[in-house]
């Protein structure tokens, strides 16, 4: 169960958060939810990147008892920032920036695991989707040995415009994929980057595949067929930081 402190419930004091602006992490909602606040809920979410869903009504009794109202909201744990703000920022910095951007990781210790290894190499952000993805809740900065509270964590609407948005901004966009078409060591690290990291159980989608300039594999010499993502993905940083140090 999550902490009390990292939530509100009732609508109205959703509403309230929503409209002060607090960092979201997401909203449960009970599933045939049809009342004038929900209405009004809905209303003030329009054109906010939060996610939604849609639950049955035990889920939320099994999180609290009191009165929540067909409502939940959980506080994120860090201020999430946009990639189209930190790119600029970066740039008149004098800095050559590097992202990691995460698509469809779920699984919060490999999100933790994978901050680490970020903040340790100097990465300047993590890209996450708002839908089908890691929390960045107590868990994560747990296991990121607090990496996430100095780590930009970014959250996207859709990661296919971010790409876009990055490569339009003169970024080289790398994508780790047993689909690779050659050895991630002769890949090109060395400008402003991103490299994408999939899940391990579906890999990049192919949407944001295509978008990517140069499909990478790491190779495989025994029988199962791909590594833990935040070991994938600490093996690429460090190739990349290789490079850009040389």
């Not at 699984?107 to 990465?123: H, K, L, P, Q, S």
């Not at 402003?192 to 989608?205: F, N, Q, R, T």
Request: hydrophobic residues 45%.
């Amino acid at each position: 169960m999550t902490d009390r402190t990292e939530m509100i419930f009732g609508a109205r004091a959703v509403i309230e958060a929503i409209q002060a602006d607090k960092e979201i992490d997401k909203i449960l909602v009970k599933k045939d939810i049809q009342s004038e606040l929900s209405k009004e809920l809905f209303a003030a979410l329009k054109g906010r990147v939060i996610p939604v869903q849609r639950v049955p009504v035990e889920r939320l009794n099994r999180i609290t008892r009191k009165n929540h109202q067909g409502v939940i909201a959980f506080i994120s744990a860090v201020a999430y920032q946009k990639t189209e703000d930190l790119v600029p920022f970066l740039f008149e910095q004098g800095k050559n920036p590097f992202f990691i951007m995460l698509d469809g990781v779920t699984d919060v210790r490999n999100f933790g695991a994978i901050a680490r290894t970020c903040e340790c190499a100097g990465v300047d952000a993590v890209i996450l989707p708002a839908k089908n993805s890691v929390s960045v809740n107590a868990d994560a900065i747990k296991t990121s040995a607090g990496a996430l509270h100095t780590l930009p964590v970014c959250r996207e609407q859709s990661l296919t415009a971010t790409l876009r948005f990055l490569k339009d901004s003169g970024f080289r966009v790398v994508a780790a994929t047993e689909k690779g078409d050659y050895d991630y060591t002769k890949a090109d690290y060395t400008g402003p980057l991103c490299i994408v990291m999939g899940a391990e159980d579906k890999g990049v989608s192919y949407d944001n595949l295509a978008l990517c300039d140069e499909w990478v594999r790491i190779p495989m010499r025994g029988t199962i067929e791909s590594l833990n993502v935040s070991v994938a993905a600490g093996i690429l940083i460090y190739e990349a930081l290789k490079q850009r140090i040389d």
